[in-house]
């Protein structure tokens, strides 16, 4: 909407590099060609690149005990992309919804495009952060891929704890951490589950997990990065 492009106009400076930008795009060239699209052979369940002779499954999704039938991301979350996600998580870049919506929406229809859905749920942030931050970046994604997908986003998952943040934990580690943090209210059917990033797939194995519990048939991941 227009009011939208004269509050946060893309054409000013690239999101990542801060580069003026002379066109209505969100990132420079040169941003854009350092992200790593997660491309041929990719992990059924996460989408991270793959080795021919590892496919279909990568050695992160191997050892969990899985709940959720597949998944894809975006791009590989390196240098560029750590960059991108900390403006929209942190300096408060909640208009990046927009944008990273758009390429996981993408993602999603080239990979699993003929999966019937019921809906969107998405990895809660717990209440003591809602009072600092006020928004929940991984509910903004979701809303926006409802809004590309038509589907309804369903806030059914609450997180009980305020955990940690786990990208300084040991993979083996994490499992304990996050037992028992969420709850699910009753769903029914297939559902799109939705979060900003994938490193060690605990995080949205456990939200599946409730949400199996609760009534959901099969639940399907989609996120933007996804560790190398």
């Known amino acids: 909407m227009w009011f939208l492009d004269y509050l946060f106009p893309k054409y000013l ?6 580069r003026h930008l002379y066109e209505k795009e969100w990132f420079c060239n040169l941003c854009k060609s350092e992200f790593q699209i997660q ?51 942190y300096k408060n870049k ?10 996981m929406h993408l993602r999603f229809m080239h990979v699993f495009g003929d999966i019937q859905l019921d809906g969107i749920v998405y990895v809660p942030t717990h209440e003591d952060k809602l009072k600092h931050k006020k928004w929940c970046p991984a509910e903004q994604l979701a809303l926006q891929l409802g809004h590309r997908m038509d589907l ?7 997180r009980t704890r305020n955990t940690p943040p786990l ?45 199996k519990e609760k009534g ?8 933007f990065a996804a560790s190398e």
């Open 94 to 103: 909640k208009y990046l919804a927009e944008v990273l919506s758009e390429y």
């Open 167 to 211: 990208n300084a934990i040991p993979l083996d580690e994490r499992y304990e951490i996050l037992k028992g943090a969420f709850t699910s209210e009753k769903v029914d059917g297939r559902y799109l589950l939705v979060d900003d990033i994938i490193t060690s797939g605990n995080t949205l194995n456990e939200c599946a997990k409730v949400l």
């Open 39 to 89: 491309t041929g052979y990719c992990c059924k369940y996460c989408g991270r690149m793959l080795l021919k002779g590892s496919y279909p499954v990568c050695n992160i999704c191997k050892v969990l005990n899985r709940y959720f039938e597949g998944g894809t991301s975006v791009v590989v979350y390196d240098d560029p992309v750590k960059e991108l996600i900390k403006a929209y998580k």
């Open 13 to 18: 400076n690239c999101v990542i590099c801060q």
């Open 216 to 223: 959901a048939s099969e639940i399907y991941i989609l996120t």
């Open 152 to 158: 309804e986003v369903k806030p059914v998952l609450k």
